[in-house]
Each structure stands twice: as C-alpha cells, then as structure tokens.
C-alpha cells in the first residue's frame, strides 16, 4: 500500500511538472513571436518560478503579446500591392484598361498547368504603385458580381474626356459627368466590359491615380475596429450621409491622395450582401508573414490560408477574411520584390 502511495504521489508532482512546463511554453511562443526570444521558468536572482505565479505569468505574457503585437503592425512597412479580380475575356479587358482608363500593362503570364493566365496593369511601377491583378480561368467567360462590391475609384484631370473614350469603345457610361455638389470635383461612373464599375474623379496630376477600392459591410464600426486593429490601417476620414442613408470610413496607410485606400461602406440597415464570384481580394505587403497571422488571430481575425510560400513562386503569404468575410493577402515584401526582378 505504501509503494502505491509513493507512485502515485510521484505521478502527481510529474503531472504538475508537465502544466508547469506547459504553462511557461504557452507563454513562451506567444513572446517568442514577436521578440524572437523565449522566455526563462527564472526568475531575475536566477531561482525557479513558483507554481502559484504561473497564472500571473500567463496574463502577463497575455498582454504583453498584445501590447508587442500592436506595435509590431504599426512598425511593419505595410501597403496596398494590388486588387485581383476574375474577367471573363483577358485580352478584352486590357485593351479598355490601357486605351480607356490610361493604365499600362505591367506584367503578364500564363499557368496552364492551372488553366488561368492573370496580367498585372496600373499607372505607375508595382514597386511603388497600386495595381489591379485580372485573373483568366480557361474556359469561364462570365462572373457574377454580387452586391457587396462598390467600385474601383480613379483621379483623372479630364473626366468628359476619358467618359468620352469609354463611349467610342462601347463600354457603357452609369453616371455622365457631373459635380459631387455644387461647387464640387466632376465625377463619373463607367462600367468595364466584365461588369466592374469605375468612379472617376476630376483632380490634377498625382503620383497615385488609383483611389480605392470600395466594399460594403454590415457593421461599420465592427469593421473599422478590425482593420485598424488587425492590419493596422488609420482612419483616414468618416463621412456621414443621411440623405442617401449611408455611412462611409476610408481606411488606409497614408494619405489618400499619395495612397491607394479602401472605402467601406455602410449602408443603412443592410447587414449582409451576396459577394458573388467576381472580386477575389486585395493583396497586402508585409515584413513578415508569420507573424501578421498570429496578430490577425489575436484580435479575432480568420486565416483561410496558412502563412508559407507559394508553390512554384516561393512568395510567401498568408490569407484571412475580415468580418464580413471579404478576403485579404498579405505577402512578403522581400518575396514580392523578388517576384517583380
């Protein structure tokens, strides 16, 4: 009976033993990630942590995570890459894009292992500048929009002229040329020949001629709080409009007229919308893969795609969906500048 006793007496301690451990190494992967150094069961005179600090130890290293996390995002070089979007006609949409919107092609390639080509267009070096990512799957010649997609925006300094141009190519004109209010910029809104509406916008010369990229959502403020939180965006302004019963946040990491941004939209009293199978995602550049994932997890984000590299390319990303449900990628920096050599 008293060797039974003793065995389980030893099991016991071995049990706590292995929570102690536990508990330390819990704490020590959260820090880990974002100091790249694991903490030590010592304490500062080099004595062993107690057992009854260890829950104290776990909260601390709870918020001290958060609070490295934080500062991680806002100390990571982050900025919008491009938008990838499905067309039903790759040589098709170019030819608009280039001769009627004033985009160049950047890239283009062809994966016939996968049956899609996709080709890269903008207005300035994907180096420095947004870009749209059209994507050809063999064989699908049409894609439903849905309703939660808004608009690419564009600044133009003639907007009569290119709505012009757009006419002579047959593409179809949803709203001609006119002041936002009295006194304010000329605007217009064009529809690509997949479907895809551009807002255009009077404005003089910039170095960043894409604007936005507009999405609704069901709840603003949720959304807000997410992208400022999780991927680090500021709030660049919010505009209420109860005449036309909607609410508007333009997020970003830069001003708006240096940057492309992205226009969330809330309109009053809807709270979901058909996303169709059209618009796919924006793309994002970052330091680090791994670690945004493991911040985006931590303040209630969904990865979709784990952090790794890219089969073929090598380019590591990661995906997730915000609470709405629309997906972003965040690629490697490095990757991504490899990629464009």
């Known amino acids: 009976m008293k060797s039974i006793l003793k065995w389980a007496t030893l099991g016991g301690l071995m049990l706590l033993f292995v929570l102690h451990c536990s508990s330390i190494w819990m704490a020590i992967t959260q820090s880990q990630l974002f100091n790249g150094k694991a903490a030590e069961s010592l304490n500062a005179e080099g004595e062993v942590i107690e057992s009854e600090m260890i829950a104290e130890l776990a909260q601390s290293n709870i918020a001290l995570s958060d609070e490295n996390a934080s500062d991680w995002i806002k100390k990571d070089k982050r900025r919008m890459l491009h938008v990838v979007y499905r067309v039903g006609n790759l040589d098709k949409t170019i030819k608009f894009y280039s001769e009627c919107l004033g985009m160049k092609l950047l890239r283009k390639r062809d994966i ?35 309703t939660g997609f808004g608009h690419f925006g564009i600044a133009i300094e003639d907007v009569a002229k290119m709505v012009d141009l757009v006419k002579v190519e047959g593409g179809k004109i949803v709203q001609e040329p006119a002041p936002i209010k009295d006194g304010g910029p000329i605007i217009a809104l064009v529809e690509d020949p997949d479907g895809y509406n551009f807002e255009l916008l009077e404005r003089g010369p910039t170095l960043e001629p894409f604007r936005q990229v507009m999405l609704r959502v069901g709840d603003l403020d949720q959304s807000i709080n997410f992208y400022k939180r999780a991927f680090g965006m500021e ?40 996303k169709g199978n059209g618009y796919a995602q924006i793309a994002v550049g970052t330091d680090d893969v791994y670690k945004t994932a493991e911040a985006i997890k931590l303040y209630g984000g969904e990865i979709v795609v784990e952090p790794g590299p890219l089969p073929g390319l090598n380019t590591k990303i990661m995906a997730c969906v915000d609470p ?11 990757d991504f500048m490899k990629e464009l050599e």
């Open 235 to 274: 709030l660049l302004r919010k505009t209420v409009d109860p005449d036309n019963k909607n609410t508007i946040a333009i997020m970003g990491y830069g001003p708006e007229d240096k940057n492309a941004v992205l226009e969330l939209t809330y309109i009053y009293g809807v709270k979901s919308y058909d």
């Open 112 to 146: 016939p292992e996968e049956r899609y080509s996709n080709a890269f267009l903008g207005y300035g070096p994907e180096e420095s500048n947004f870009a749209v990512e059209l994507t050809y799957n063999y064989g699908v010649d049409k894609y439903d929009i849905g």
């Open 324 to 334: 709405d449900g629309w997906k972003t990628v965040f690629v490697d920096n490095a």
